[in-house]
């Protein structure tokens, strides 16, 4: 399983921009889905969160400026981020809860490569 994450620039302060993430490879099904970012000298913390059943939940910064939706046809994420700010600067990075066909299927997590995303102010 691949999750291919893309969508990530240079945007300046009130910008916009859309990140999408594949999954690709033997999948059965697949459960949540999330964005981390992670900005230098931090830790990695949780943005957005979808589940199968398409409930969301956001870190509280980015209430009412991001928003995660899913494909579930095309096994895809995608986070639109709207009125962006200096401090959403950082490393984005999706994954997904991906159960592959098997005798005894456990879902497992599966991470991205991460995407920079650059607001200028």
């Known amino acids: 399983v691949q999750l291919q994450a893309s969508g990530g620039g240079l945007v300046q302060a009130g910008g916009s921009l859309r990140l999408s993430c594949a999954a690709s490879?033997?999948?059965?099904?697949?459960?949540?889905m999330g964005w981390y970012r992670q900005a230098p000298g931090k830790q990695r913390e949780l943005v957005a969160l979808?589940?199968?059943?398409?409930?969301?939940n956001y870190e509280d910064s980015v209430k009412g400026r991001f928003t995660i939706s899913r494909d579930n046809a095309k096994n895809t994420v995608y986070l639109q981020m709207n009125s962006l700010k200096p401090e959403d600067t950082a490393v984005y990075f999706c994954?997904?809860?991906?159960?592959?066909?098997?005798?005894?299927?456990?879902?497992?997590?599966?991470w991205g490569q991460g995407t920079l995303v650059t607001v200028s102010s």
């Open positions: 490879g033997r999948i059965f099904s697949i459960g949540d």
């Open positions: 994954n997904a809860r991906v159960t592959v066909p098997s005798m005894n299927p456990i879902p497992l997590w599966y």
């Open positions: 979808i589940t199968s059943g398409g409930s969301t």
